[in-house]
């Protein structure tokens, strides 16, 4: 069996990995995929690295779960849809994924659409996979995930593992350990301690590399540490007291990630922190927090 993926990276090429995947290692089919680029002048070199890039995930993301596999661009001067039948007719695909993205009127009028041109015209079935972080449950969020975990602690990582068993986790009790994952590893989001692991030059590292990250701690459950965690680029800030919500709030993580706006969190740890630090407890930084609210809608 042969299955071919149209892919241009992002959640919904993720998503249409993930069940080609799974159909290919139930039947030990092997996977083309796909980048469909018109080629010539028409391509900046921004978009040439960005598809050879996301072709290199793809590949690795099936070899890890030992599919047989083929990424590749396909320059021919054809428009996505029309590259991806014609190689379907030319290889013998069995079956294709392809991803829908959200597209004005306008948009569909003058481009049309990828995925209706391939149902329409494939020369054999087509699953098509839709993506929209707003509605995705958890569980499909959390599916094919990679997340650093990083806390002294063991019982805390066995709880986190635990709470998490959906994705796959890497679990590290010290800096050192944890720098040497983050170099050889790709992550969607990294769960830090604070005190004891050098969390903030955890984060530091973590933002070089573009991994969201959520800071859980105890010991450092304080104003100012939740100031500087957010100031140092923390997408959350949670405390262990949460930890027994803690996929909700590593769920929220990555969707505000992908949906732009990662103030999101606060609005419903807020209570929280009123209780625990006291009212007005922003009165000390009040010019930080007005910048915070103004910024994020607060």
């Known amino acids: 069996m042969k299955i071919l993926v149209g892919y241009d990276g992002g959640e919904v090429g993720r998503q249409a990995l993930s069940l080609a995947r799974d159909m290919a290692g139930i039947h030990s089919a092997f996977v083309y995929v796909v980048t469909s680029m018109t080629g010539g002048a028409s391509e900046r070199q921004a978009d040439i690295e960005k598809a050879e890039k996301d072709l290199g995930f793809a590949r690795e993301f099936l070899e890890y779960s030992g599919i047989?596999?083929?990424?590749?661009?396909?320059?021919?001067?054809?428009?996505?849809?029309?590259?991806?039948?014609?190689?379907a007719r030319e290889n013998d695909i069995d079956h294709i994924f392809v991803g829908i993205r959200k597209k004005s009127r306008a948009q569909k009028a003058i481009l049309g659409s990828t995925a209706r041109y391939v149902i329409?015209?494939?020369?054999?079935?087509v699953?098509?996979?839709?993506?929209?972080?707003?509605?995705?449950?958890?569980?499909?969020?959390?599916?094919?995930?990679n997340i650093l975990v990083v806390d002294d602690e063991p019982d805390i990582l066995e709880t986190i593992e635990e709470l998490l068993d959906l994705c796959t986790l890497d679990l590290a009790e010290s800096f050192d350990a944890a720098k040497k994952m983050l170099r050889?590893?790709?992550?969607?989001?990294?769960?830090l301690d604070i005190m004891g692991v050098s969390g903030y030059d955890i984060l530091a590292l973590a933002k070089e590399k573009g991994v969201p990250s959520l800071m859980l701690t105890a010991h450092?459950?304080?104003?100012?540490?939740?100031?500087?965690?957010?100031?140092?680029?923390?997408?959350?800030?949670?405390?262990?007291?949460?930890?027994?919500?803690?996929?909700?709030?590593?769920?929220?993580?990555?969707?505000?990630?992908?949906?732009?706006?990662?103030g999101s969190w606060f609005s419903t740890l807020k209570p929280f922190f009123d209780k625990t630090f006291g009212s007005g407890w922003r009165d000390k930084d009040r010019s930080f927090w007005n910048s915070f609210d103004d910024r994020y809608g607060k």
């Open 68 to 87: 047989q596999c083929d990424c590749q661009q396909s320059v021919r001067g054809l428009s996505a849809g029309e590259d991806l039948v014609k190689f």
């Open 120 to 125: 329409l015209k494939a020369p054999c079935p």
């Open 127 to 145: 699953t098509s996979v839709k993506f929209d972080a707003g509605s995705i449950q958890s569980e499909q969020l959390f599916r094919d995930r």
């Open 184 to 191: 050889k590893n790709k992550y969607d989001l990294a769960i």
């Open 220 to 262: 450092a459950l304080t104003p100012e540490n939740l100031k500087e965690s957010i100031q140092k680029g923390a997408d959350s800030y949670i405390p262990k007291d949460e930890l027994a919500n803690l996929t909700d709030h590593a769920a929220d993580v990555i969707r505000a990630r992908l949906q732009g706006n990662q």
